[in-house]
């Protein structure tokens, strides 16, 4: 069974930081691994989706990786702002489509 | 497209009651999923479909929830009877047949059993 874990699970940054979330995996035969947003009380934003036969994904000033091999992925957020105050979750892809989440870091970014 | 719309978005009911929950996914997409998430269990998938067919329940808790998707673009997860430890949010998710397997979720049902 695939058991998905996320260190820290949360951190405090002052804006204008670079910072680096982490998550690791039990199973490395996955399909692919998505990271999420989630801000309080609301539903879940897709932010980068990396293939398993990827080994990174960037979009604006995130930038995912993913090692199989060793089960890790990281989520990279440059020059940090207090908009990206969030959970972030990491979330694997079986081959039957299913997520397993991890339980997420709580990020806070402070003015 | 107006992404995944989920329906009621709060719910407070009384123990025992019969709950139902809706979800209508983003149009083309050929999977649909429930998820629960739970401050002490975090995430976790209750059921998924594939063109309307159940493919994988194994996460259902128990006989009192049950999901059906009647048509491509409509689906409901039921509780009956309704229990405290049921209160929870209740996201539902959609993804399409080929590329990526991205999944796009809506904004949750907060249900709350008193």
């Known amino acids: 069974k695939q058991e998905v874990t996320q260190i820290p699970a949360a951190l405090s940054v002052p804006e204008g930081e670079n910072l680096v979330l982490n998550c690791s995996f039990t199973?490395?035969?996955?399909?692919?691994l998505q990271w999420f947003r989630q801000d309080p009380g609301k539903g879940l934003t897709s932010l980068l989706l990396?293939?398993?036969?990827?080994r990174e994904q960037t979009s604006g000033r995130l930038n995912a990786s993913l090692d199989k091999s060793s089960g890790r992925s990281t989520l990279y957020i440059a020059a940090s702002q207090p908009g990206d105050s969030a959970t972030y979750l990491c979330?694997?892809?079986?081959?039957?489509?299913?997520?397993?989440f991890g339980s997420g870091t709580q990020l806070t970014v402070l003015p | 497209d107006a992404g995944v719309i989920q329906s009621p978005r709060h719910e407070v009911t009384e123990m025992g009651q019969e709950v139902t929950l809706r979800c209508k996914p983003i149009?083309?997409?050929?999977?649909l999923f429930w998820y629960r998430q739970t401050m002490m269990r975090g995430l976790e998938l209750l059921i998924y479909?594939?063109?309307?067919?159940?493919?994988?329940d194994s996460g259902m808790p128990e006989d009192r929830f049950s999901a059906k998707m009647p048509n491509a673009s409509f689906s409901t997860l039921k509780i009956q009877p309704s229990e405290p430890r049921d209160s929870a949010v209740y996201f539902c998710?959609?993804?399409?047949?080929?590329?990526?397997?991205?999944?796009?979720f809506g904004p949750g049902t907060r249900l709350t059993v008193t």
């Open positions: 998710a959609s993804s399409p047949h080929r590329g990526s397997y991205e999944q796009y």
């Open positions: 479909f594939n063109n309307n067919v159940p493919i994988d």
């Open positions: 149009s083309g997409h050929d999977y």
């Open positions: 199973d490395s035969a996955i399909y692919n």
């Open positions: 979330a694997v892809g079986g081959s039957a489509r299913q997520l397993t």
């Open positions: 990396i293939q398993s036969s990827q």
